[in-house]
């Protein structure tokens, strides 16, 4: 069964940073494409990143060139390295995976979470 866990979430100031870790078990992890979303109160979930099974990525406009996605495929994980961190990053960010090429619209399997709050 495959499994999701982030880490790595925290309480930091306005132009801080934060790197958020998700680990894969449970099956082949360089099979997969896994995407960050982020849900903050009173609003709908968004695709904050994503990243291929090869590799290739897509960000969100509101944090290009302050977040970085990427992926260990021996370690079973992926990185989200944000940087410049602004309040409205605040929220619950998720990773989720899918067996596929590309992260699609309903990945099926989703980690529990972990709170990133930023203050100004």
């Known amino acids: 069964q495959v499994q999701l866990v982030e880490t790595g979430g925290g309480l930091v100031q306005a132009g801080g940073s934060l790197r958020l870790s998700c680990a894969l078990s449970g099956s082949v992890f360089g099979g997969y494409a896994v995407g960050w979303y982020r849900q903050a109160p009173g609003k709908q979930r968004e695709l904050v990143a994503d990243?291929?099974?090869?590799?290739?990525?897509n960000y969100v406009a509101s944090v290009k060139g302050r977040f970085t996605i990427s992926r260990d495929n021996a370690k079973n994980t992926v990185y989200l390295q944000m940087n410049s961190l602004k309040p409205e990053d605040t929220a619950v960010y998720y990773c989720a995976a899918e067996q596929a090429i590309r992260i699609g619209f309903r990945p099926p399997y989703w980690g529990q979470g972990t709170q990133v709050t930023v203050s100004s």
């Open positions: 990243i291929s099974r090869f590799f290739s990525t």
